[in-house]
């Protein structure tokens, strides 16, 4: 029996080529330097730029560990007032992105806004509100919209410690406390390490939150550089940049993940730890406080704006942008989900090495930044689009003008960034089937189609919903690739809240950000029910 | 001994990984009803040969036959589905999105639901699980499941039972209850069944007769009580119960003296006088008695209930094993005395390759 090449593997192989190519652009960038524009960007903004980058790394990722560790600890092993809501409800602000938050806030603190005005009545204008405009407003709105990453895997952690190792360090004469400082910390290192990575890798990608509090990164270089100096070549090497910081916390994340395997014991659920009196009601308002923060407030407030406006926004410019977004999602949802399915069949089928490599290489593509893989594909096409004319031309054809933002764009786009995303649910949902369950099912008598229908099928559907689902969820909220490469008239509910917010009409960015708002909580809610 | 009607063949197969030789030069005939069990320590090719049979597996040499049909060979392979060989694999291999009852009648789609669920609640009360058909697998013990798998195996009215391991994931007490159980079964419905393991004791319980595999070959192929008393060679003789090896030399025809004096025994052997031997004592060889012609000194004593197992150390230094009623009560570093007990003795030579060496001993009859 010799082995053939299933067309599992071919896909893959042309998978991790699609992958690879916008990391090969981006990194091959450096042949041809705009001085000019580079000269601009050395005298005024360059040393910006990695300031505030790394203001950012240190401060958010700082802050959800703090946040998201002490937010985990409270409502696994201890035990006040409202847990039982808190626990998942804190999971919620994963449902708000992060450049809607943003343009909240703005309002907030703003003249004239609820805040100015609170700091005039009590203040009698002795003392100005704080800039959110600055280094501290942008952490603070990345800490309060990523913290929970770092909440979610660090409660998994401390709730799979179980309370048999915290019993025995209170039986080696530890207090609670210490308990905590020195064995359910240690051991939960790994799976918080990894959460701070997700957030830093979020944080270094967006766009949209840093462009509306027009505060200097690599992405809104990245953008000025093209959309204003239509200088694609300068637009990649800031990418490339950027690419090395956001590698750098992938493996981070890929590490500690790794390593977080090893450090899950079982054991009873865990007891809590009483809190009574004050600290009880104190611990309920402080995590009120980060659940209204991130949660409630940004929603009342869309729904306030929204709601104002619903009459003359719910139009036909409404539905369009619905269309669109659920076109782009829901075709870049099932291409992704496709792959991600060869993918999955060619590692089960092969095993080898090439394929092993090769999945590793698609999974880095969720750490390209939107607009750096943006960036990417652009060049990539004009490059196609240069060869395809010049072949014409020698044909004597006319030229055909390949379009670098075009939906094709968009959708290879998504495929690079989001793969991973589906990736995860359809292997999981495979390893469920044994391959004892397959040869189970041969020698009940079932051939080949009948073990995909009676087998396969059956026990992949949930997995593969719940792909499509948060593929189609992640590209709806999807912002700067977006921006970047859609065609001419293809606004999408992202985009349509960015240029609005951006513009500072909030109301009008209300509607399609309360919608996005409403789509995100399904993950959300997928995600809370999975982990009770 | 020949079997009168061969239900399932095997001849002179060969399985490979590569160019790993997994089986080799492998025959068994098996007869219709017959229950055998492949026994051998795990990478034998034991587990190879079942799936072979199964279909799962393809052979480089030989031929495998079901009632004068082939079913496989070096170019021909009749595929797994068409074979109607019900398999209980090592981790049962239950469908996890069917229930119990869907999983059971898997085989049977083309029949009524009426007539599919006589047959699930049939097979069940079987095998002790009524009125579980509308459980899903994970919500049953492992046991339970082990008991689903084989009346899925059954459902389908199969030629032969193929088991892989099938107790290998229970505990020790309900594995042998499980093994009686499941022998009962297949020879009140008079099915074929041939399972694989590496517990000899799983296999005494279950099998008619048992093959003792070692390195892709069959080493013996025989009933549990021979493969006790009569080992073919040095292998078996380790691998199957307890005992120890006590040197001795050849001194005539019938005759051999070792530690324990000059022992007589019948034996087929064919070795010169002078050869430097083993000889095979087993625990129950030994008969204790105050007033026996041996002594040795305990050296270690294992309290199994009814009976102690000591280790016992001659004055050579050489140990054996010893098995009295534990009513005895030595302990360790006392001299006790017994006398040797042995209907024949089974010897093999010294300083020789351990598994080619005694195939001239004890040819059994096939």
């Not at chain 1, 960007?41 to 505030?52: A, K, Q």
């Not at chain 1, 002795?126 to 660090?154: E, H, K, N, R, W």
């Not at chain 1, 094709?408 to 649910?425: C, D, E, I, K, Q």
């Not at chain 2, 490979?16 to 997994?22: K, M």
Request: aromatic fraction near 10%; proline fraction near 4%; hydrophobic fraction near 45%.
């Amino acid at each position: 029996m010799q082995k053939q090449t299933s067309p599992f593997q071919i896909a893959t192989y042309l998978m991790g080529l699609l992958v690879a190519l916008p990391f090969m652009v981006i990194l091959l960038s450096w042949g041809e330097i705009d001085q000019e524009i580079w000269g601009h960007l050395l005298d005024y903004l360059f040393i910006d730029l990695l300031t505030n980058t790394l203001w950012l790394i240190l401060g958010v990722g700082g802050g959800v560990l703090v946040l998201g560790t002490a937010l985990a600890w409270l409502t696994t092993m201890c035990e006040f007032p409202g847990r039982k809501i808190f626990d998942w409800a804190l999971m919620l602000p994963f449902a708000i992105p992060a450049y809607v938050l943003a343009f909240v806030m703005l309002d907030l603190f703003s003249y004239g806004g609820p805040i100015y005005n609170g700091f005039q009545t009590f203040f009698g204008g002795m003392i100005s509100p704080p800039d959110i405009q600055s280094t501290g407003g942008v952490i603070t709105v990345f800490v309060l919209v990523f913290y929970p990453y770092v909440y979610m895997l660090a409660r998994t952690a401390f709730a799979s410690q179980g309370n048999s190792l915290l019993e025995a360090g209170q039986s080696l004469g530890l207090t609670p406390s210490q308990a905590f400082l020195r064995i359910a910390l240690p051991m939960a290192r790994p799976a918080i390490a990894a959460g701070v990575a997700l957030a830093l890798m979020e944080t270094l990608a967006d766009f949209g939150a840093v462009s509306i509090f027009n505060y200097d990164t690599f992405t809104l270089a990245i953008y000025t550089s093209w959309d204003d100096f239509r200088s694609l070549s300068t637009a990649a090497q800031l990418s490339s940049l950027l690419l090395l910081f956001a590698l750098l916390a992938l493996f981070g994340e890929k590490s500690m993940r790794g390593k977080s395997k090893y450090h899950q014991t079982t054991g009873r659920a865990p007891y809590r730890f009483q809190l009574k009196g004050v600290r009880a009601w104190s611990t309920t308002a402080f995590v009120m406080l980060v659940l209204g923060v991130s949660f409630i407030l940004p929603v009342t407030q869309l729904l306030f704006w929204g709601l104002g406006v619903i009459d003359q926004e719910l139009n036909s410019r409404y539905f369009e942008m619905l269309i669109h977004t659920l076109v782009l999602g829901g075709g870049a949802a099932l291409l992704a989900t496709l792959g991600a399915f060869a993918l999955a069949m060619a590692r089960r089928k092969g095993g080898e090495w090439k394929i092993e490599s090769v999945g590793r290489l698609i999974t880095l593509g969720y750490a390209l930044p939107g607009s750096v893989l943006a960036v990417g594909i652009m060049i990539l096409f004009a490059n196609f689009g240069h060869a395809m004319n010049a072949v014409q031309g020698w044909l004597g054809q006319p030229p055909t003008t390949i379009m670098m933002q075009s939906v094709p764009a968009l959708l290879f786009a998504y495929l690079v960034r989001f793969l991973t995303v589906a990736h995860g649910p359809v292997e999981s949902s495979l390893s469920r089937i044994k391959p004892s369950m397959e040869e189970a099912a041969r020698s009940l008598g079932e051939n080949n189609s009948g073990v995909v229908r009676r087998i396969y099928l059956p026990i992949l559907t949930p997995g593969i919903f719940m792909a499509l689902l948060m593929v189609m969820i992640d590209v709806m909220k999807e912002l700067p690739a977006t921006y970047l490469l859609r065609p001419y008239g293809w606004d999408t509910f992202a985009v349509r809240t960015y240029e609005m917010a951006s513009e500072g009409m909030w109301e009008y960015a209300a509607l399609p950000a309360l919608s996005l708002v409403i789509i995100g909580l399904l993950p959300v809610i997928l995600l809370v029910r999975k982990s009770k | 001994m020949t079997i009168h009607n061969t239900h399932l063949s095997l001849s002179h197969i060969q399985c490979r990984y590569g160019d790993n030789i997994i089986v080799h030069d492998l025959s068994l005939e098996i007869g219709k009803g017959e229950l055998v069990c492949l026994l051998g320590y795990s990478g034998c090719g034991k587990t190879t040969v079942l799936r072979a049979i199964a279909g799962f597996e393809p052979l480089h040499h030989g031929s495998i036959i079901l009632n004068n049909n082939l079913l496989s060979s070096s170019t021909q392979m009749v595929p797994a589905e068409q074979r109607n060989f019900g398999m209980v694999f090592q981790d049962y291999a239950l469908f996890p999105h069917l229930t119990i009852e869907e999983n059971i009648v898997f085989s049977r789609r083309n029949e009524s639901k009426a007539a599919r669920t006589r047959l699930s609640d049939e097979l069940l009360e079987l095998v002790g699980l009524k009125g579980l058909g509308v459980r899903y697998p994970h919500e049953l013990s492992g046991g339970q499941q082990q008991r689903v798998a084989l009346a899925r195996a059954l459902a389908q009215n199969p030629e032969v039972i193929l088991m892989d391991e099938p107790f290998s994931n229970l505990d020790v007490e309900l594995r042998e209850r499980l093994a009686t159980e499941v022998r009962e079964i297949l020879k009140q419905r008079g099915i074929t069944g041939i399972m694989v393991t590496h517990d000899q004791h799983e296999a005494f319980a279950i099998a008619d007769k048992i093959a003792v595999m070692h390195n892709g070959t069959i080493q013996q192929w025989d009933s549990a009580y021979n493969l006790y008393h009569q080992p073919a060679n040095r292998f078996v003789a380790e691998f199957v119960g307890k005992g120890a090896m006590l040197r001795g030399v050849i001194i005539g025809e019938s005759l051999l003296e070792t530690e324990l004096g000059e022992l007589h025994g019948e034996n087929s052997n064919s070795l010169l006088d002078g050869c430097k031997v083993d000889m095979l004592v087993r625990p129950d060889d030994l008969i204790f008695d105050a007033e026996g012609l041996h002594e040795a000194t305990i050296t270690r004593s294992n309290f199994q209930g009814a009976e102690s197992l000591y280790t016992l150390q001659l004055s050579s230094g050489q140990e054996i094993l010893g098995l009295f009623p534990s009513h005895l009560q030595q302990s360790v570093g006392e001299q006790i005395r017994f006398n040797l007990d042995m209907d024949n003795m089974i010897i093999f030579e010294c300083n020789v390759d351990h598994s080619e060496n005694m195939g001239a001993m004890h040819k059994q009859g096939h």
